[in-house]
């Protein structure tokens, strides 16, 4: 669990590591979606105008702590922005073991990958603490396309921007399991 002001991640650039304690103190104490929304990686760079109309084309979602979000293997067609709350994401191994594979906090967002591939969840993510959610639809994201293009690349370079972090941080620790366990 992230408290603020841990900076347990140091990996992560500073100006990463501030974003993240701005995001965290705004989702606390301000009632300012908009606000919230500019300071997350996804809706980062947008105008005014186009974050009005994605901001109304998200369908505001409340979890208690405990509830399963998406499944693996589910279909599924949105995306969502964490406001609130604290989720895991976890992936089923062969043998049935469950594998956490990340922490999900205020200003993060998931499921994106069903939105460019279309295919089922990867993961499944679970709300540790009562936890609201900003879902946006593959549906509403083509209808940003059609309206707004301006808008729809910003998103999409954003997601892109987003996925390359992930695959960087995955690209790590597949290094650092290669060094503990070299002959494999």
């Known amino acids: 669990m992230l408290q603020q002001g841990d900076t347990s991640r ?11 304690e701005y995001i965290w103190s705004m989702a606390v104490s301000s009632p300012d979606l908009k606000a919230f929304l500019l300071a997350t990686p996804f809706f980062g760079g947008l105008s005014d105008a186009s974050l009005e109309l994605l901001v109304s084309m998200l369908v505001e979602r409340h979890f208690d702590a405990g509830a399963t979000v998406v499944a693996e293997g589910e279909p599924g067609r949105s995306m969502f922005i964490v406001h609130s709350g604290e989720l895991v994401v976890s992936k089923l191994w062969d043998s049935g073991r469950v594998i956490r594979m990340a922490g999900l906090e205020p200003g993060d967002f998931f499921g994106e990958m069903t939105l460019i591939e279309m295919q089922n969840r990867s993961a499944t993510v679970v709300a540790e603490s009562p936890t609201v959610l900003y879902e946006l639809t593959a549906q509403k994201l083509y209808t940003c396309y059609k309206v707004d293009i301006h808008a729809y690349v910003i998103v999409m370079q954003n997601i892109n921007r987003e996925l390359c972090r992930r695959l960087r941080r995955a690209d790590s620790r597949i290094a650092e399991l290669q060094m503990l366990h070299p002959s494999q």
């Open 10 to 20: 140091r990996a992560w650039p500073a100006c990463r590591r501030w974003a993240r």
